[in-house]
């Protein structure tokens, strides 16, 4: 990042995302659907790489296209080694090149440890955990190869406490996983010009709550909205500003971070 020059002019362009080229995955709904936008709107080309949904990419991408940035959908199982390969190298033959990497895309599976399949473990820890690690080696060395880069993953409040009385003990590991893989890449690629940070955020609104809130509205009023000092729960373009910041030379001093978002939930 250049100096600043300490000017209110010099500050404009601090969260300037023009012409970056990005990943994003799981990009289709969600916290990723906006993750996508949000990166367009200051600039950002994007590739939005689902595993199923492919319709849904492409609406997005349309949108994108239409607000004048470039997109494309890149159909991939993040848990598979020869697919998170293919798509890095879809992009960079695409594009050049690889300026950011959203790590987005995971499942929850609930289920009491002593129910908990070893299947259903594994399965949570092969997107969550080894999805996020595909992806980030596979960006990593094309941005070590370039010089430099930024990696974003998206953790959970559920990384650092046990968020009762909801029982999926596989999630909260996989996503403890995901903080300290992100302040390992952190320190070993720094010397490379990448940074990688990850947020945390907590209860959020997407089409998965909603459907917890049409079943049970108990869980979300008693549980979810109370256990934050806000006294609600969050929506997704809630998460854009920590991920603009994050991605952007605003953030030029900020690596390893695990940024919490949870309207104050883990304070207490």
């Known amino acids: ?12 362009g601090l969260f300037n995302l023009a012409g970056k080229r990005a990943i994003v995955t799981g990009g289709s709904r969600g916290i990723g659907k906006a993750l996508a936008e949000g990166l367009a709107a200051y600039g950002a080309n994007v590739a939005i790489v689902v595993q199923s949904s492919v319709d849904r990419a492409e609406a997005v991408a349309s949108e994108i296209r239409a607000a004048g940035r470039q997109a494309m959908v890149v159909q991939a199982d ?6 998170v390969q293919r798509m890095v190298d879809e992009v960079v033959s695409e594009w050049g090149g690889l300026d950011i990497l959203i790590n987005n895309a ?3 599976l609930p289920a009491a440890a002593e129910d908990c399949s070893f299947e259903a473990w594994r399965r ?15 960006a990593g060395q094309v941005m070590i190869r370039q010089g430099g880069g930024v990696i974003l993953s998206v953790g959970s409040m559920s990384g650092r406490i046990v968020n009762w009385p909801f029982r999926h003990a596989a999630y909260n590991v996989s996503k403890a996983g995901v903080h300290m893989l ?46 934050a ?16 910041w994050l991605c952007s030379d605003s953030a030029s001093f900020t690596t390893g971070e695990v940024v919490t978002i949870d309207g104050g939930l883990t304070l207490r």
């Open 124 to 138: 949570t820890m092969s997107v969550n955990l080894d999805g996020v690690f595909l992806a980030s080696r596979a």
């Open 182 to 227: 992100t302040k390992c890449l952190a320190t070993e690629w720094a010397e490379h010009n990448v940074r990688v940070n990850a947020i945390a955020p907590g209860y959020i609104r997407t089409e998965l709550t909603d459907e917890v809130l049409r079943e049970h509205p108990d869980v979300v009023r008693d549980h979810w909205a109370k256990g």
């Open 78 to 83: 993040i848990s598979d080694e020869a697919q």
């Open 106 to 108: 995971g499942i929850v």
């Open 229 to 244: 000092v806000q006294n609600r729960i969050g929506e997704v373009e809630e998460l854009v500003g920590a991920a603009v």
């Open 1 to 12: 990042m250049k100096k600043m020059m300490g000017s209110i002019d010099s500050y404009r």
